[in-house]
């Protein structure tokens, strides 16, 4: 499904993003000092609604067409993410993502996640706001 490289999501990356917008450098660093690079293909399947998840991702490069039931629900592109929810309670994932274009994302998996928030009170009020702000 995935290329796991080697390499990791930038904190240039990760400002981007609503998610971790009150985070400062540091705390920037930490999480993305756990993220992994994932491509993928144009045409690949990156979530499957209904199936189980484990990653949370963020879109560094491409674009993916969002489906929920069967029904376009729109697109993610750079500095979009997706998946958090997964990183908490590893749900199932609620939409199917397709690759329109070769895609490059930075993902995170929960047994990264929990240690980083379970180490860090402050990030993990920041990312609990951001989530809870996402759910209104």
Do not use: H
Not at 89 to 105: F, I, K, P, Q, Y
């Amino acid at each position: 499904m995935y290329n796991c490289a080697v390499a990791r999501a930038s904190t240039q990356t990760l400002k981007k993003v609503p998610l971790f917008a009150g985070l400062d450098d540091k705390e920037l660093e930490e999480i993305a000092s756990s993220m992994r690079e994932r491509r993928f293909k144009a045409g690949d399947t990156v979530t499957q609604e209904g199936a189980g998840g484990v990653g949370f991702f963020v879109v560094e490069e491409g674009q993916a067409d969002v489906a929920v039931s069967g029904e376009a629900k729109g697109s993610v592109g750079p500095g979009d993410y997706f998946g958090e929810i997964a990183l908490i309670n590893e749900s199932l994932r609620t939409a199917t993502l397709t690759a329109r274009t070769d895609m490059v994302c930075y993902g995170m998996t929960p047994w990264d996640f929990r240690p980083l928030v379970e180490s860090n009170s402050t990030i993990a009020w920041k990312l609990l706001a951001a989530m809870a702000e996402k759910m209104r």
